[in-house]
């Protein structure tokens, strides 16, 4: 408390049943983080409160004595950007340093285990999402939310539904929320009830329904495709349009920045080219200069091959509906979305794969 006395000469001041209180807010731990995991100085804990050490790397604790993430195989050391050990996969990676962190690439991947980058980006169990923590003041920041698609993607009742009803309560002017490219002509994937909830909510919002990531060629597709040098789906002959991370950022980037421009509005983000999946592993041969081939199995042998690989039951279903789907659908639509929003065109798939050229060998 500061009181000023504006007289010449000092003058005594009193106060009667003066009371004052301190409120605490909801917060108790705010972190900011450079890339490759160390905590900024605008970082703090609030006093006489226990932090949360197990933010940062998909949910690994950080050892506040060594400050290393103590990991599976061996601690990562924040400061240098680096592993204090080798690689238990080195051998896998012979581009890359064995100390490397996360392919030397933290905006994609993190390294719980700190053995495989690409297995701890997929397989279950390192994946982490945030609660939605009611905050009744939040002032500009309650101009705009962004709906992070945690796994639990089919539990829309459990987890998307109050985050929308807190939006509501919070005042939000604006939602941007990433979809799925075709999902108002299919009423059984959950992104669809996802984007009634939205629009039912009255609040403004901006869909971005993304076509094919290319990026499931270093995730999702990234074991057989290495270790097997094939591509094992059940999509046949289907076509699909595809889109590169990269773009889809840049696009929601230019939405958040300036959603009145976006109200109400959704894109469909692709690229400007339509392939198979047998003409794709023609390109991913061509530009590797490895032979990469691909096969259409059944759904029985997907399953099986997938459940050897150790891949969830549920995440082998969502594989089967996203590349089995389509054989009998129509071809999809190539649009100038992402031109038009952010100024350039698309990352073809080529281009996809000059540029990641060392983790798709």
């Not at 993190?110 to 053995?115: H, L, R």
């Not at 829309?156 to 509501?168: C, N």
């Not at 894109?267 to 530009?287: G, P, Q, R, V, W």
Request: charged share 20%; aromatic share 12%.
């Amino acid at each position: 408390m500061y009181v000023s006395n504006e007289n010449a000469t000092l003058v005594d001041v009193y106060f009667d049943d003066v009371v004052m209180t301190h409120t605490k807010g909801n917060v108790v731990q705010y972190n900011e983080y450079y890339p490759f995991g160390l905590q900024t100085a605008n970082s703090w804990t609030r006093e006489n409160t226990t932090g949360n050490n197990f933010l940062g790397n998909g949910g690994t604790e950080l050892n506040t004595t060594s400050n290393l993430y103590d990991l599976a195989y061996r601690n990562y050391d924040l400061v240098l950007g680096r592993m204090n050990g080798v690689d238990p996969m080195a051998t896998k990676y012979a581009s890359l340093t064995p100390y490397n962190f996360s392919f030397n690439d933290p905006v994609t991947y993190n390294d719980p285990s700190g053995a495989d980058p690409a297995d701890n980006y997929f397989y279950g169990g390192y994946f982490t999402y945030y609660d939605w923590i009611p905050q009744r003041n939040l002032g500009w920041a309650a101009t705009i939310d962004r709906l992070l698609r945690p796994p639990q993607l089919s539990e829309v009742d459990k987890i998307f539904k109050p985050i929308i009803e807190m939006a509501v309560e919070c005042s939000v002017k604006h939602i941007v929320f990433l979809s799925v490219q075709g999902v108002e002509k299919s009423a059984i994937i959950p992104h669809h009830k996802i984007e009634k909830l939205v629009v039912e909510s009255k609040i403004s919002y901006t869909f971005l329904r993304p076509a094919y990531f290319t990026q499931n060629f270093t995730t999702t597709l990234h074991y057989d495709l290495v270790k097997n040098r094939r591509i094992f789906l059940p999509a046949g002959k289907s076509v699909f349009t595809l889109i590169d991370v990269s773009d889809i950022g840049e696009v929601a980037a230019k939405v958040i920045l300036q959603p009145e421009k976006h109200i109400n509005q959704a894109y469909d983000l692709t690229c400007n080219e339509k392939l198979t999946f047998h003409e794709m592993a023609a390109e991913l041969s061509k530009i590797l200069s490895v032979d990469i081939h691909f096969e259409s199995p059944s759904l029985l042998n997907v399953y099986l091959a997938k459940r050897k690989e150790q891949m969830p039951t549920m995440l082998i279903l969502v594989m089967i509906m996203l590349h089995y789907l389509p054989r009998f659908q129509k071809d999809p639509a190539m649009t100038d979305c992402v031109k038009s929003i952010t100024g350039h065109q698309p990352t073809t798939f080529g281009q996809f794969i000059v540029e990641n050229r060392d983790l798709l060998r």
